[in-house]
C-alpha cells in the first residue's frame, strides 16, 4: 500500500499544481458550461419542457443531476486525456513514469484520480451553483459516495482514451464521436423515455447513461437501481482492463 501512494502521489502531485497555478481560470471554465446549460434549460426553457418529464416532474430537478453528470464526466474525461496526450507526443514526461521503478498499475490509477479529482471540482462546482441559484433543490448526503464513484470511472475512461491518441485528428475524432453525442444522448438533458424507442436501448451501451442516472437517483435522494449500477462497475472495469492493456502492450 505504502509503495503504491508514493507510486501515484507525483502524478497527483504534478495535477494540484497545476491546479495552484491556474485555479482561478479552471473555476471560470468549470463554472460557465454548467451556468449556460441551467440558464437556457434549466430556467429558460425549463417550464416548456416540463411535459418532457415523465409523471409531470419539474423539469428543473430532473435537468440539475444531469449537469452534474455532464460536468464531472466532460472534465474528468476531457482534462486527463488531454493531459496524457501532450505528457506522451509532445512534452516526453510520461516516459518518465514509465521508466521509474513502479508498476502500469500506479501509473493508471495516478492518472485515473487526477481525472476524478477534476470531475470532482467541476461536479463540486455545479452543486455550488445550485446550492446559491436553485433554493427550492437540495442534494441528498447521499450522493457523494456515489459522485466519487462516477467521478473514478468518468477518470478511466479519460486514461483509456489518452493512452489511444496518436495525433491531434485523433482528439478531435474523440470529442465529436464519442464525447458529444453522450452529452445529449444519455439522458442528461432530455429523459431516456422521450428518444426514438432504437436510440433508447442503444445509450444504455454507452458509459454516461448509467452515470447520469446513478447521479439523478442518488442526488434526488433516491436508491440506483442494481442495474445501473452494475452497468457503472462493468464500465470501470472495462476501462482499467483496457487502459492496462494499452500501458502493456502500446509504446510511444
Known amino acids: 500500500m505504502r509503495e503504491l501512494f508514493f507510486g501515484c502521489y507525483p502524478i ?11 485555479f482561478w481560470l479552471y473555476l471560470a471554465v468549470y463554472t460557465l458550461s454548467p451556468l449556460i446549460f441551467l440558464l437556457t434549460f434549466g430556467f429558460g426553457v425549463g417550464q416548456r419542457l416540463k411535459m418532457l418529464v415523465p409523471g409531470g416532474l419539474n423539469y428543473l430537478e430532473f435537468l440539475i443531476p444531469g449537469v452534474v453528470a455532464l460536468a464531472v ?24 513514469y514509465r521508466l521509474a521503478p513502479v508498476e502500469d ?20 462546482i455545479v452543486l455550488g451553483l445550485v446550492l446559491l441559484f436553485v433554493p427550492g433543490f437540495r ?28 495525433s491531434f485528428d485523433d482528439q478531435t475524432m474523440i470529442s465529436e464521436f464519442v464525447i458529444v453525442p453522450m452529452t445529449f444522448l444519455c439522458g442528461t438533458l432530455i429523459p431516456l423515455e422521450r428518444l426514438p424507442e432504437v436510440l433508447q436501448q442503444l445509450v444504455w451501451l454507452l458509459p454516461l447513461t448509467p452515470a447520469t442516472q446513478i447521479l439523478r437517483d442518488a442526488l434526488t435522494g433516491g436508491v440506483p437501481s442494481w442495474e445501473t449500477v452494475g452497468l457503472l462497475a462493468g464500465w470501470t472495469g472495462i476501462f482499467f482492463a483496457l487502459g492496462m492493456w494499452q500501458l502493456g502492450h502500446r509504446e510511444d
Open 139 to 166: 442534494p441528498a448526503p447521499d450522493g457523494i459516495p456515489w459522485l466519487l464513484a462516477v467521478a473514478f470511472s468518468c477518470g478511466a475512461f479519460g486514461v483509456f482514451l489518452g493512452l489511444c491518441l496518436r
Open 73 to 96: 464526466f466532460n472534465n474528468g474525461v476531457t482534462s486527463v486525456t488531454v493531459r496524457m496526450f501532450y505528457n506522451r507526443l509532445h512534452f516526453k514526461s510520461f516516459e518518465a
Open 12 to 22: 497527483v502531485w504534478e495535477e494540484m499544481v497545476y491546479w495552484r497555478r491556474r
Open 105 to 124: 498499475f500506479t501509473v493508471w490509477l495516478g492518472y485515473t484520480l487526477s481525472g476524478a479529482l477534476r470531475g470532482l471540482l467541476a461536479g463540486g
